[in-house]
Nanobody
């Protein structure tokens, strides 16, 4: 059974940092692209970062580029999102998602950062940034 579990969310002041984790089980991590999405109240869920687990290729939306870093630990089957210089507009529920890519040539930047591109989802973790 494929399972993704996010953790690490919390309340932080503007300018602060947090590290989110996405622990995966039930599948071979290197066959997947893992993405981070977030959803603010009243907003659509937006994808903003992803990583191709097999080769580490990454992609970032402009809104987080230079502040967020996605990485993976193949031994722990975990993807991390290190967030620095957090802003109040980063407040949202953060989700990780997985897409199976074995047998394709798809890499992280090839996949649209849209919900329907990903099959497996975690339950989300709340990040709140106070001003």
């Amino acid at each position: 059974q494929v399972q993704l579990v996010e953790s690490g969310g919390g309340l932080v002041q503007a300018g602060g940092s947090l590290r989110l984790s996405c622990a995966a089980s039930g599948f071979i991590f290197e066959y997947y692209v893992i993405a981070w999405f977030r959803q603010a109240p009243g907003q659509e869920r937006e994808g903003f970062s992803c990583i191709t687990h097999s080769d580490g290729t990454t992609s970032y939306a402009d809104s987080v580029k230079g502040r967020f870093t996605i990485s993976r630990d193949s031994v722990k089957n975990t993807v991390y999102l290190q967030m620095h210089n957090l802003k109040p507009e980063d407040t949202a529920v953060y989700y990780c998602a997985a897409r199976y890519t074995i047998g394709t040539m798809l890499s992280c930047p090839d996949i649209r950062p849209e919900e329907d591109e990903y099959s497996y989802w975690g339950q989300g973790t709340q990040v709140t940034v106070s001003s």
